[in-house]
């Protein structure tokens, strides 16, 4: 179910587009489909549908296949899941899910299939100390005879403290007919898909409630706050799962990763690292604090000092066993360090490939540039590699020493073992083992007398 509106949130987004760990709520509850081996996930959407559906269609594929039904105007969750009836196979078991309940476990939802045996309806619950707008169960001794909504509940029935999570499974063909069965005599006037409690009853088909007491696993997003609150409850989950694996954070609380993050044998994370789509740590990797770091693959023993910006968006970034990054370096896609690279701070490197024990540690850029072994580039040299309207590359081959503050007009080679002088503007090629001086001659006038300032 996707089509409500979330008005709480106050966003111009849809609800279930909203992110949790970087991706949509609603992409989190269909993932958990796919780990279900679902058959096929229909999509109700109504609310912003078009945004919604195209969101959906744009995950990458899965064994699920996905199926959309338009749901308007959206009145009630019975009245949602009549819109997907049709898309329903009578021999399948139907699973509900809600687009705004990212993180139920697929273990969880595995023992509510496994209650349901086929022919029983499943209904997940949970016990709240504060169960306000909650649907009740309520029970006749053991059994479950209704889910009361809140707004339509008595006196008594609203201190029952046991909750219905909104999660159901149950027979397609008894879904269907029961569903047949709604009115909207109620409190809000809505077709209440928690009404079917009562006609399995009267059927005599067994009901039976899977209740946890992981408050996380049905915690559904309406604010801005329980967004936050969600998203801290994922990077717990997400950093616990890291640490049984071996990986050292510092402190779980002040970690973040929105996407996947992969990782070797002593791995550390130092506080306030944010890791976004696919980024993989090598064995002995050590990341400092405050780095973001997004689409890279870091090799063994490599470091990464503090308040690094790595970015490889979709070329990628590579850095190479025992390379030194940081502080304060930005390496953008494209970047390929090979091992023992020194890249200090405030320098920055795009599209750009430096070979074994290169060095780059300070002030400096390096762009559409391909750099031999152990070159030495002085602090404040830059690729000129733009010329307004083409990027060009500069080559620099093995053990090249770059004074500082060079200007490198691209295309260029400096040939083998050159060395370029402080302050040079380079616009031709250079040849192997020469010095090169690109700048105006010093010049000294003997005693010079500054000129004085006139009464
Ligand atoms: C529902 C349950 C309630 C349960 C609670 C758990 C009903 C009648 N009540 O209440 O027992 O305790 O969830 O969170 O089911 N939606 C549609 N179309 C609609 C209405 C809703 O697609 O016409 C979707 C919403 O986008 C949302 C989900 O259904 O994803 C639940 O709707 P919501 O209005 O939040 O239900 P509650 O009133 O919270
Ligand atoms: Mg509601």
Redesign the pocket.
Known sequence: ????K?TRMKSARP??LHRLGGRALLAHVLDTAVQLSARRAVV?V?HQADQVQAAVQALPPTGTELAFAL?EP???????VQQALPQLGDDAITLIL????PLTRPETLQALLALCQGSQLALLTLDMADPS???RIVRDGQTVTA?V?HKDASEAQRRITE????IMALPTRLLRAWLARLDNKNAQQ?Y???DIVRFAVADGVPVLAHRINDAVQVA?VNSPLQLAELERALQLRQARALMEQGVRLADPARFDMRGQLRCGADVEIDVGCVFEGQVELGDGVRIGAHCVIANARIAAGATVQPMTHIDGEQLGVEVGAGAIIGPFARLRPGAQLGEQVHIGNFVEVKNSTLAAGAKANHLAYLGDATVGERVNYGAGSITANYDGANKHRTVIEADVHVGSNCVLVAPLTLGAGGTIGGGSTITKSTAAGALTVARGKQVSVAGWQRPVKKK
């Open positions: 179910m996707a089509a409500g979330g609800k279930v109700i109504g749901q959206q009145l009630g969750t019975g009245h949602a809600s687009g705004d309940v707008g909650y649907g889910i909504e909750i219905y999570s909104g809505e209440y898909l928690t559904g």
